[in-house]
């Protein structure tokens, strides 16, 4: 399985970002695909996460209604739009894959090699 993240970038505290992340070299029908970030001196936090069986999705309490996870399953790619960043949402960001849902740990079997967010005030 290879993961392909890309996206990031420098905008401006109020502005928006979209990173996205393609799946490739799998066989299995259900996936699901989850962000994670890491902030410098911080420890890394799960973002967000799209099953890909029935296309439901998951946010962590600090992105709802800022950031909004989509995708595209005959690119096998997920989407994490990400509006009125805010200087705090500077991090790396990962995406992680893995087969069945959010619901099974092992949607964090694979990742992506981080794309950097940086917002500025």
């Known amino acids: 399985v290879q993961l392909q993240a890309s996206g990031g970038g420098l905008v401006q505290a109020g502005g928006s970002l979209r990173l996205a992340c393609t799946a490739s070299?799998?066989?299995?029908?259900?996936?699901?695909i989850g962000w994670f970030r890491q902030a410098p001196g911080k420890e890394r936090e799960g973002v967000g996460c799209?099953?890909?069986?029935?296309?439901?999705?998951y946010y962590a309490d600090f992105v709802k209604d800022r950031f909004t996870i989509s995708s595209d399953n005959a690119k096998s790619t997920a989407y994490l739009e990400m509006n009125s960043l805010k200087p705090e949402d500077t991090a790396v960001y990962y995406c992680?894959?893995?087969?069945?849902?959010?619901?099974?740990?092992?949607?964090?079997?694979?990742w992506g090699q981080g794309t950097l967010v940086t917002v500025s005030s």
């Open positions: 992680t894959f893995g087969e069945n849902s959010c619901g099974d740990p092992t949607y964090t079997d694979y």
């Open positions: 070299g799998f066989t299995f029908k259900d996936y699901a």
């Open positions: 799209f099953s890909s069986r029935d296309g439901s999705t």
